[in-house]
Every structure is written in structure tokens, then in C-alpha cells.
């Protein structure tokens, strides 16, 4: 299957041909619903893991409650299965009593049920994306390397070192897949996860490149103010199917590689690197939808399909430090 995101309603470089430095490829992962192996690109898939590579854990949480990885998968089936049948009398989904009871328990426990009873909690597996499917990728990749994995601690509340995001913990580990010779044939995965909505499902990765130009606050004052006086000329002109910068023109929603990062919800906070003060590229977006503006791909996803809501249908991004790939990546949500 491939999928393409449509073409802009306009290119934005005609008007403002001063943008044009400013471009950057994004590779759009346009995730869909699989059952990738340790050797393909994927999100919520089996990472290719040394055997003899200890798995990281958090250890922050203790006695926490929450819902089993299980029970997630059960509870979505439950939809997936449901809604595939014909409605019920009342239009509603078609659920057995069985079902029923089952929905009505994770409800009464707002969606956390299941307690774990105590110690580390390994990371869940995210995503991973190899170069040769990602071509983003390698612009961030340390030398030799050809991997990126990312793994998360499905939990808020995490105090300290790369623990200390707003949201769930990231690691990110980068490998050249070829020393990887035993892979570990089954990954650990938490008891818990803190929401339903942390736990990927596993999907294969569709890549396609993209160009994306800044949000309008990384862009001289100047020319942000003539963006916006054109927008407005072209509404009066067009009526309210004119195209925004913003939304059409220059940032794909959706999960990505490279790119550019939006700062739709607080105005832009760059992000500079903690160790040695360099501004931070995004490497990686986690998107709850990939749908919104003109950017809908083809074919369209069916609802959400990594499973995956970050924030409140927000983004969570990595950014990496240009200057040294070595240097801890910091997160932002959006
Ligand atoms: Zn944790
Ligand atoms: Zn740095």
C-alpha cells in the first residue's frame, strides 16, 4: 500500500519565495495497522534487541494503578469487533452481555482496574525506524548507526534525569542493526500502563517525504506579518476555503521524522540543549491524529490507528542536539 498526502493547495514559496531557505523534509510514518517483525520500521512493533542487552525499566512508580497491556487489547478488540457488527436497536454498537460487563468494570474504575504489585516496570516498546525506510532519519544518525529505537514509560510523575519530561519517559537508543546478531525473541512489557491510550498497537510504517517551512514564530517578525496580511487578503478574495499557512501550508499533522515542530497551543518555547546550550532539532513527532487542514493522505486512516492519544489529542516530540547526537534528547508536548 502506498500513501501520499495530497498536494498543497498552493505552494507557498510563489508568494514568498524568501521561505525557501527555510524548508525542511519531513518523512511522514503514516502508521497503519500490521504485524511488523524485529527487522521492519514500525510503531508499537518488536524492536530488534541484543538478547544479552539488559531491557530498560522505570523505577519510580511502586504499587501503581493502572490498566494491564492485556486487558488494552481485549478492551479494543471488544470495539473493533462490536462496531463491525450490525448496529444495535437503540443505533448504538451491538455488545453481548458479556462485553457489557466488562465495559461497565473499566468504566466504574475510570479505565484502571489492574494494580502492580510493586518494583521496576519495563519500558514499553514505541517505535523503531530503520534509514533505509525513514530518509530523515539520517541526518540525525550518529555515524555507523542505521537504527532508531524509542521506548517510554507509560506513566506521568517522573522526578528525575531523562525521567523528568511533562508526560510519558522517553529513551531513544540508536544502533547499527547488523550487530544485533542474537535479538531477543520476545520483549518484557509493563503490568500496568498509567492510560489505554500509551499503549501502541502495533502498525507498519508507510514513509513518505514531505517539505515543511516553520511555524510562524520561528520566522522574522516582518515576514510572519506579511504571511498574515496575505492570509487575510486572500479570505476576502476567495471567501473561507482559502488555505492557512498554519493548518495547509506548512506543517504536516501526524507521526514524523525531521520536519518542523508546531507551537499551536503555548507559542513557540525553543528548546535548547542542556548540556551544551545549542538549539534542538525535533527528531521525532508522536501525533494523536494524523488528519487535520488539507494533509488528510490517501488512503485516510480508519480512526486512530496507533492507539496512541498524547496530551489531549496532542503532540509529544523529541528533540535531538545538532552539535553532538550524544547529548540527551529533551521532550515537548503540544
Ligand atoms: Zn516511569
Ligand atoms: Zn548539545
Do not use: N
Not at 95 to 114: K, Q, S
Not at 127 to 141: I, K, M, W
Not at 282 to 295: A, F, K, N, R
Amino acid at each position: 500500500m502506498t500513501i501520499r498526502t495530497p498536494y498543497r493547495p498552493l505552494d507557498i514559496t510563489i508568494p514568498f519565495p524568501e521561505l525557501k531557505p527555510w524548508a525542511r523534509t519531513a518523512t511522514r510514518l503514516h502508521p497503519r495497522p500490521g504485524t511488523p517483525t524485529a527487522d521492519e520500521s514500525s510503531v508499537g512493533g518488536p524492536l530488534l534487541w541484543p538478547s544479552d542487552e539488559e531491557w530498560p525499566v522505570c523505577g519510580e512508580h511502586g504499587r501503581v494503578q493502572g490498566i494491564a497491556p492485556g486487558r488494552v487489547r481485549r478492551y479494543r478488540r471488544i470495539l473493533r469487533e462490536a462496531y463491525a457488527r450490525p448496529r444495535a436497536e437503540d443505533g448504538g454498537p451491538a455488545y453481548t452481555a458479556g462485553e457489557r460487563a466488562e465495559l461497565d468494570e473499566l468504566a466504574r474504575t475510570g479505565h484502571r482496574p489492574d494494580r502492580h504489585d510493586g518494583g521496576p516496570l519495563p519500558l514499553l516498546a514505541l517505535a523503531q525506524c530503520y534509514t533505509r525506510d525513514v530518509p530523515d532519519l539520517a541526518a540525525f544518525a550518529p555515524p555507523g548507526a542505521d537504527l532508531l529505537q524509542v521506548l517510554w514509560c507509560p506513566f506521568y510523575g517522573h522526578e528525575d534525569g531523562p525521567f523528568s519530561e511533562f508526560g510519558p519517559s522517553t529513551l531513544l537508543y540508536w544502533r547499527r542493526s547488523t550487530d544485533v546478531t542474537a535479538p531477543l525473541p520476545v520483549m518484557p512489557e509493563p503490568a500496568v500502563v498509567d492510560r489505554d491510550s500509551y499503549l501502541p498497537e502495533p502498525c507498519v510504517l508507510h514513509p513518505e517525504r514531505i517539505v515543511e517551512y516553520p511555524f510562524a514564530d520561528y520566522l522574522p517578525r516582518e515576514l510572519d506579518e506579511r504571511i498574515a496580511a496575505w492570509e487575510d487578503e486572500l479570505r476576502t478574495r476567495i471567501g473561507p476555503s482559502a488555505p492557512w499557512y498554519q493548518y495547509d501550508l506548512s506543517l504536516a499533522p501526524g507521526w514524523k521524522v525531521g520536519g518542523w515542530d508546531s507551537w499551536h497551543k503555548t507559542d513557540l518555547d525553543r528548546v535548547y540543549c542542556p548540556t551544551c546550550g545549542t538549539e534542538m532539532r525535533v527528531l521525532l513527532t508522536v501525533d494523536s491524529y494524523e488528519t487535520g487542514g488539507s494533509w488528510g493522505a490517501y488512503p485516510e486512516p480508519v480512526g486512530r490507528p496507533t492507539g496512541v492519544e498524547v496530551g489531549r489529542d496532542g503532540e509529544y516530540r523529541a528533540f535531538v542536539c545538532p552539535a553532538d547526537p550524544t547529548h540527551p534528547h529533551r521532550m515537548s508536548m503540544q
